[in-house]
């Protein structure tokens, strides 16, 4: 597989997962959209469907969607998909896609619900659509928690891994919604540093009218926090799984 198809594989893969996830952001928070204030569970199903759709999308390169799941692999010494070894190389190729795709799935979310951008609303909320943020700030226990969710996403995608079944991409979305409703209340569980880092860069970019700060004094938890939880569930996986 050439290093081309890796990235086109990883940048459409991950612009579906944020441009479906990012959206059901948007339409439950933003002003006037049909799903105005439908919730939290809502939310998570709809990035748990995102993760289903991406992972089909990405099937060339093995739908990573997420640098924790790429380092988590490279840790764990399992190759990235059949052929493709885990090199540093290998693994900034992965990087490039999923952090194209992510900022490409902000950009179509916000062109996709542009007049609700326009509207009126708490800064916060706008930038809630892009990123991800605290209930309670706290940085370092934010981290752990990060770490956590993203320990278990990577984990229990390595053990996937020796199962012969088509059922892949859906176990993948319930993993996620599971998260979502479990471990997700305390930061909004990126559990993906390209999740939160490439649509923060779009929120910055973008002419959103009185979109407020990007909080970048957070933004380094749910980069390092998932890098973390993926490196641990990597060496835990190979030491686990045959």
Do not use: C, Q
């Amino acid at each position: 597989m050439s290093m081309g198809t890796i990235f086109l594989s990883e940048t459409l893969g991950t612009m579906m997962l944020l441009l479906l996830g990012a959206g059901v952001v948007a339409n439950v928070i933003l002003p006037k959209t049909k799903g105005n204030n439908s919730g939290w569970i809502v939310i998570t199903w709809g990035w748990g469907l995102g993760v289903f759709a991406g992972v089909y999308t990405a099937y060339k390169s093995g739908a990573h969607l997420n640098f924790a799941v790429t380092v988590g692999l490279w840790a764990a010494n399992k190759d990235f998909a059949p052929g493709v070894s885990p090199t540093f190389g290998n693994a900034m190729v992965y990087l490039g896609g999923e952090m194209a795709g992510a900022f490409l799935g902000a950009v179509l979310t916000w062109l996709a619900y542009k007049k609700h951008f326009d509207e009126d609303a708490d800064e916060g909320i706008k930038l809630a659509v892009f990123s991800t943020g605290p209930g309670i700030r706290s940085y370092g226990w934010n981290f752990v928690t990060e770490a956590i969710g993203t320990f278990v996403l990577v984990f229990v995608i390595i053990a996937f891994g020796p199962t012969s079944t088509g059922l892949g991409p859906l176990a993948v979305a319930l993993l996620v919604v599971g998260i979502g409703l479990s471990l997700g209340g305390p930061t909004g569980y990126a559990i993906n540093p390209n999740r939160d880092l490439g649509p923060r860069i779009a929120h910055a970019i973008l002419p959103i009218p009185n979109k407020g700060s990007s909080d970048w004094a957070y933004s380094w938890v749910p980069v390092f926090g998932p890098i973390v939880g993926g490196i641990i569930a990597g060496l835990v996986g190979a030491w686990y799984v045959v």
